[in-house]
């Protein structure tokens, strides 16, 4: 191997660390502001005018209900509440987003889900049944 050729590779590599750190960073930093009862939140961001979140907000409202106490159950409406699409970083309406007790995303989902799926998440990423 010629030292021109390990000299790219070690180049590659770095390019590649930087890029990857990068990411990892955004991604680590991707935080919320802490629910003022200290507990994990469940935010809906979508737009009343939006089928999929017509449908999916009767499900939020049973889980705002059934987690009374031990999770924050949110919705934001886009078309509503100026900066949401920037803060949320949301591109597909409606986009769910879990988060811990210190505000730092755990998960994130684009599109409908169903109850079920939901309960199963909330207890997977935060323990909470």
Known sequence: MS???IRNAIALLAVLAVVSGAVWWREARR???VDP???PRLVDVGANACEACQKLA???AELREEY???LSVEVVDLLETTGAREQYDVSVMPTQVLYDAAGVEVW???GFIAKADLRAIIAAELGVE
């Open 3 to 5: 030292a021109r050729t």
């Open 31 to 33: 935080t919320a502001p």
């Open 37 to 39: 009862h200290g507990l």
């Open 58 to 60: 009767p499900i939020l």
């Open 68 to 70: 009374a106490g031990r």
């Open 108 to 110: 994130r989902h684009e």
